[in-house]
């Protein structure tokens, strides 16, 4: 028994006690007021600490499911916390533990903790330029900023996020890390972002050797902030000869976006784009187009919010051949018995919602989504409903 036993479990027991020896570590650094800086502002060189909490209650239903089907009726809980320091004039450190519960269905992290965002920027405020080095969230569009990560979902009006960054990250409710460098420059007209990364691993695994390209763009023709429109081109070709990771494909992917912010408290928000998941087989179909539209109303503490966003890869006949084999299924939907969920179809992700800040630093919000699959396999739906209650804090 121990032969099998410590092979397996012995690593992932170590990696736990090593992240936790790290955060105790950490915070008791938090708590001490740094001394040891020649800067005479204590103040500057103090480690900062924040955390964020989501506690999740989720009724998620199959349309076709049987009775050995595991339910996925359940309360689920993460949190983010999150160390910055100063290294110098313009100069900080950030690095990001995410942890919960673990095995829910919505993606959450745990229950094992991990180390996410790892980082140092250098900010030149009279360039209007910032660059950092590290890990981050993959800078394709600027709705990055405006997604649920983990635990952190107070930039998102809803709790899941829409189908493309859902398969994109590989769950409905975290982000996709790229390790590399990244730069970002913004005026109150203009905003560009250029990356170049490991590609789509999220780690420092590149056995192919290549490297990811984001370009992004954006112009702001009105003041305060209050309309934005720009567009995002990324290439990252993951697999070859020596190796393969990430999302295994020599993905191509272009966005167009655009957000608008109207003064009687009404926000719009709305991308089109298309996917390209190359696998070097002629006789598959490898594109994918997305959208996604989203109306939102805030009238003081409160919001309620609509959206809609689609997947629809170029072959969607939904016979189970023809599609490249690294598109994935980026909806809730989950194999019934030994019935996959096809994914050369259309998926329509529909999401109704409403917020309340209960205090400045604590948010309740409800959710109703419903992803409709266009085909049946063996006259079984794959179509999903849920109902999510989300209540999202910081400290």
Known sequence: MSETFAPNCAPAVHRQRGLVCI?????????????????????????G???????????????????????????????????????????????????????????????DAAVTDVNVTFALPQYNLAVTVGSFDTPFGDRTKYITNNAASFGNRLLLNSLFYS??????????????????????AVDFTAALTNGTDATAANPDGNFEVIVGAGWRPVADDRMRLGGAFMVSDDVSLSGESGLAADLTAWMTE???????????????????????????????????GELCYEIERWHVVARVSGWKPDDHNGNGSGISAAVPNP????????????????????????????????????????????????????????VIIGLNGSI
């Not at 320091?85 to 269905?105: D, R």
């Not at 398969?167 to 109150?188: H, I, R």
């Open 23 to 47: 955060l105790c570590l950490m915070l008791a650094i938090a708590c001490v007021p740094a001394t040891g800086f020649a800067d005479d502002d204590e103040d500057d060189n103090d480690i």
């Open 258 to 292: 655009a957000r608008f912010d109207f003064p009687v408290g009404l926000l719009l928000d709305a991308y089109y784009g298309q996917l390209t998941f190359g696998d070097d087989d002629a006789a598959t179909e490898d594109g994918v187009q997305i959208w996604m």
């Open 167 to 188: 398969g994109l990250a590989g769950s409905p409710m975290t982000t996709l890390n790229a390790l590399g460098v990244k730069g970002a420059y913004a005026t109150d």
């Open 49 to 111: 600490l924040s955390v964020t909490y989501l506690g999740v209650a989720n009724v998620i239903r199959e349309s076709d499911r049987f009775e050995t089907t595991p339910r996925r009726n359940q309360f689920d809980f993460a949190a983010n916390v999150d160390f910055s320091m100063p290294l110098g004039e313009n100069i900080e450190a950030v690095v990001q533990l995410q942890g919960g519960t673990g095995k829910g269905s919505l993606g959450l992290a745990g229950p």
């Open 331 to 386: 909806g809730l939907a989950r194999p019934i018995l030994d019935f996959p969920v096809r994914p050369d179809q259309r998926l329509t992700r529909f999401q109704i919602g409403v917020g309340v800040f209960v205090t400045d630093n604590v948010q309740l919000k409800g959710e109703f989504v419903s992803d409709d699959y266009r085909y049946k396999v063996d006259n079984l739906s794959s179509d999903v409903q849920g």
